[in-house]
């Protein structure tokens, strides 16, 4: 079977790995698994267990990966089976598993979290299209620089924009100063049709969250 295979499926094709993993990430873990007792049966399995919209929080744990399901995705990373459930396989690609001695073990993700779905709130159109090339092109590439980010949510057809933000500015004092002062003004310049911006943040959930 080749060393890329899943166990479950040793004629599928060889598959390319999901995520990156650093020479020291992998001798972390290397270390980890061989303390357990079983650790010819165990991989990592690697998920994302927060909420569409909501900053990516991840469960790393040893699992034994001949048990995996159907669906999971295996592979193999130089004697280490890493296993990551199919609904997070999009949002890990191109990802980054690191090891620091001050740090432990970090992801260093490219992506952004999935929007929520917010009910009444309209994102298919062409209105939608222009808010997301203003987002994309000129309010995340300036809140980069603080390693934040926002993602459009939808607008109510009445002039207001639904956003959630992320990275440096998810639970920071200064977000909803940020959206309000520079957002919001960014959006509501480029697009006559917007005149506001809302935030649905949960900022509670964040490093350092502050009370609305």
């Known amino acids: 079977m080749s060393p890329t295979q899943s166990p479950l499926a040793s004629s599928a094709p060889v598959s390319e790995p999901i995520i990156e993993i650093t020479s020291a990430a992998h001798a972390e873990l290397i270390k980890l698994r061989d303390a357990e007792e079983d650790a010819a049966s165990l991989g990592l399995r690697l998920e994302i267990v927060s909420g569409p919209g909501e900053e990516f929080k991840y469960d790393l744990s040893l699992d034994e990966f001949r048990k995996a399901?159907?669906?999971?995705?295996?592979?193999?990373?130089?004697?280490?089976?890493?296993?990551?459930?199919?609904?997070?396989?999009?949002?890990?690609?191109?990802?980054?598993?690191?090891?620091?001695?001050?740090?432990?073990?970090v992801i260093r993700n490219p992506n952004r979290p999935q929007a929520p779905v917010v009910e009444?709130?309209?994102?298919?159109?062409?209105?939608?299209?222009?808010?997301?090339?203003?987002?994309?092109?000129?309010?995340?590439?300036?809140?980069?620089?603080?390693?934040?980010?926002?993602?459009y949510v939808g607008h109510d057809g009445e002039g207001t924009a639904f956003l959630t933000m992320g990275g440096g500015c998810h639970g920071?004092?200064?977000?909803?100063?940020t959206m309000l002062e520079g957002v919001q003004t960014t959006v509501v310049e480029k697009i006559p049709a917007i005149a506001r911006v809302r935030d649905l943040t949960d900022h509670t959930s964040g490093e350092n969250p502050y009370y609305r």
Not at 85 to 101: H, I, M, N, R, Y
Not at 136 to 147: I, W
Not at 172 to 177: G, K
């Open 69 to 105: 399901a159907f669906s999971d995705e295996v592979r193999t990373h130089d004697g280490l089976k890493v296993i990551v459930p199919a609904k997070d396989v999009e949002l890990l690609q191109g990802a980054v598993l690191d090891f620091t001695s001050s740090g432990g073990l």
């Open 172 to 177: 920071c004092s200064m977000s909803r100063m």
């Open 120 to 151: 009444g709130l309209v994102k298919d159109d062409e209105l939608s299209a222009e808010i997301e090339s203003v987002i994309a092109v000129d309010v995340n590439p300036a809140l980069a620089a603080h390693g934040g980010f926002v993602t």
